[in-house]
């Protein structure tokens, strides 16, 4: 049975601000006195109410470092279970890379990985026999392999223009004389006029319509036009 006479000196010693202060044991202690006050029914209704008060403070106070146990048992739970995750990845890490490395090397080392450089031998060229020779004498006189190859047909007649073009101008001959054909037109008492060198020339002559530039007109026109006969070669 509780002792009563100690009653009101335990209510002071379990106040809120000083539950805190108390050991497990103490607290169980505690709950254990205010429960056998609240079982006495010979208690006065006031400590009885006190006791009560102080029983659900106590029950509080256990129930909160029971549960801070439990969190702080959580945390530690869940730091081991980091730890040993991160260990696990790391030791998975380093197996996989000892198993690349290992692999990588008899690779590297075997036979058909060193490549050889290949020397590609020249193989002789046979000769031809004497049968062959007389067989083909088209290929001893072809146009490639003689130096002295006949240029083809348009460098020759580029050749001989350039050779015609060069050759001197015979004596009693001018610039003047035709190169083409008598120009269309003319006839019917008309002058042909050498616009280059300022003279008509009559019909029946060899400039008549033949030089590089001029036109038709009657001789009267080109006297006026400023325009002279041409003279007489012998």
């Given amino acids: 049975m509780a002792?009563?006479?100690?009653?009101?000196?335990?209510?002071?010693?379990?106040?809120?601000?000083?539950?805190?202060?108390?050991?497990?044991?103490?607290?169980?202690?505690c709950q254990d006195y205010f429960l056998e006050i609240q079982s006495d029914?010979?208690?006065?209704?006031?400590e009885f109410i006190t006791a009560s008060e102080r029983l659900t403070l106590i029950c509080s106070e256990i129930a909160i470092r029971h549960s801070d146990a439990k969190h702080q048992q959580t945390q530690r739970l869940t730091r081991w279970a980091i730890a040993v995750g991160?260990?696990?990845?790391?030791?998975?890490?380093?197996?996989?890379?000892a198993q690349y490395v290992a692999n990588r090397l008899p690779r590297e080392n075997s036979p058909a990985a060193i490549k050889t450089p290949i020397v590609a031998t020249p193989t002789p060229t046979a000769?031809?026999?004497?049968?062959?020779?007389?067989?083909?004498?088209?290929?001893?006189?072809?146009?490639?392999a003689s130096p002295?190859?006949?240029?083809?047909?348009?460098?020759?007649k580029a050749k001989r223009k350039a050779r015609r073009a060069a050759r001197p101008m015979?004596?009693?001959?001018?610039?003047?004389?035709?190169?083409?054909?008598?120009?269309?037109?003319?006839?019917?008492?008309?002058?042909?006029?050498?616009?280059?060198?300022?003279?008509?020339?009559?019909?029946?002559s060899r400039f008549y319509g033949t030089t590089r530039k001029g036109k038709y007109m009657t001789e009267q026109d080109a006297v006026q036009a400023g325009y002279k006969t041409a003279p007489k070669r012998p």
């Fill in 3 to 29: 002792d009563r006479s100690n009653f009101w000196k335990m209510v002071d010693s379990t106040k809120p601000s000083q539950l805190r202060v108390f050991g497990e044991k103490e607290l169980l202690d």
């Fill in 41 to 46: 029914s010979t208690v006065p209704t006031d």
């Fill in 86 to 97: 991160m260990v696990s990845a790391t030791a998975v890490i380093v197996f996989a890379f």
């Fill in 127 to 144: 000769s031809p026999s004497p049968a062959e020779k007389a067989a083909s004498p088209l290929a001893v006189a072809s146009p490639t």
């Fill in 148 to 156: 002295k190859a006949k240029p083809t047909s348009k460098k020759a």
């Fill in 170 to 204: 015979p004596a009693g001959r001018t610039s003047d004389e035709a190169a083409n054909p008598p120009a269309p037109g003319g006839g019917h008492g008309q002058v042909w006029v050498n616009t280059e060198t300022g003279v008509y020339h009559r019909e029946g």
